[in-house]
């Protein structure tokens, strides 16, 4: 076996530590290490306990969907989703919509528009026609949209998406299209523009 030459080469016994003068303890050096190695996690721990600036950093966020839910604008705005649901049931906020599958429901889906938030952070104020709103949502230039494009432009599930199609809520491009797949399985038809946008309209919260 040469198991037991390897291990006397690299753990020397006794008597080679006594013939090298080491006794176990450790040298000036090694000492001094150990207290810089100690001392080193004391002054990390102190530099991070450092409190942080009271202003806040500035930045500059992109959104690019049109629609957003009410949690999303309240942290832009630095309030609540109370306020914020207040404020489309008087009108504050003028351009929200429930997109819940069932409008009567209590469990309802509302989303604001992105710009009409920005506004007033910014502090400024627009008048946006049904129009405006609804072109930002849906480019008019387009006839059609997939799911995941109103997914993204509602802020919401695919799977909400489908669940608003199979309801016949949202209607196809193609008035054959069979009946929306169960999410996640086989292809999803293209959704009509003008579908999309009458179902804005109607769920417009005035």
């Not at 190695?37 to 002054?43: I, W």
């Not at 489309?88 to 938030?117: I, Y």
Request: net charge positive; with cysteine; charged share 25%.
């Amino acid at each position: 076996m040469t198991a037991a030459p390897l291990l006397s080469k690299t753990l020397p016994g006794p008597a080679r530590l006594a013939r090298s003068g080491y006794d176990g303890a450790r040298s000036a050096a090694d000492k001094t290490n150990g207290r810089a190695a100690l001392a080193a996690p004391a002054a990390i721990l102190q530099a991070g306990s450092a409190a942080p600036s009271a202003i806040p950093p500035s930045y500059s966020i992109r959104i690019n969907r049109p629609l957003i839910s009410l949690w999303t604008a309240a942290g832009i705005l630095d309030c609540n989703e109370d306020a914020i649901e207040r404020d489309t049931e008087s009108g504050k906020l003028e351009w929200a919509f429930n997109l819940a599958r069932d409008p009567d429901s209590r469990r309802r889906c509302v989303r604001v528009f992105t710009r009409e938030v920005l506004d007033r952070k910014a502090g400024v104020k627009h008048d946006y026609s049904l129009a405006f709103v609804l072109n930002a949502c849906f480019p008019a230039s387009r006839a059609s949209f997939r799911l995941r494009e109103v997914a993204f432009a509602w802020h919401v599930s695919e799977l909400h998406v489908t669940g608003l199609f199979r309801q016949g809520l949202l209607k196809p491009v193609d008035p054959s299209a069979r009946p929306a797949p169960l999410y996640g399985h086989g292809k999803f038809p293209r959704l009509s523009r003008t579908s999309l946008a009458d179902f804005l309209q109607k769920r417009r919260i005035i």
